[in-house]
């Protein structure tokens, strides 16, 4: 019997929340966005993305400044062989 009972609850709450989805989609589509396979969601914590930009910034000036250095078997302003 108490199967039964969370096997009913259990379904009610997966109703509820199919119901809610529904809700947030009419909505989003009525205000224009295109909400019809995805629902656009706000962006909770951005802080990740933050982190990857940084780095990613932090590896193209690491790259730059490897290109921009003369190589070590070069010589400035001088004959490189005998």
């Known amino acids: 019997m108490l199967v039964l ?6 379904l009610a709450v997966l109703f509820g929340a199919e119901i809610d989805t529904e809700t ?3 909505r989003q ?3 224009g966005l295109p909400s019809e396979k995805n629902l656009q969601l706000p962006l909770r914590d951005d802080r990740g993305i933050r982190k990857r930009e940084q780095q990613k910034a932090d590896v193209i000036h690491d790259g730059e400044q490897l290109r921009n ?3 070590p078997h070069e010589r400035v302003g001088g004959r490189s062989g005998p």
């Open 69 to 71: 250095r003369p190589a």
């Open 29 to 31: 589509l009525r205000e």
């Open 24 to 26: 947030l989609r009419a």
């Open 5 to 10: 009972w969370i096997w009913i609850l259990n």
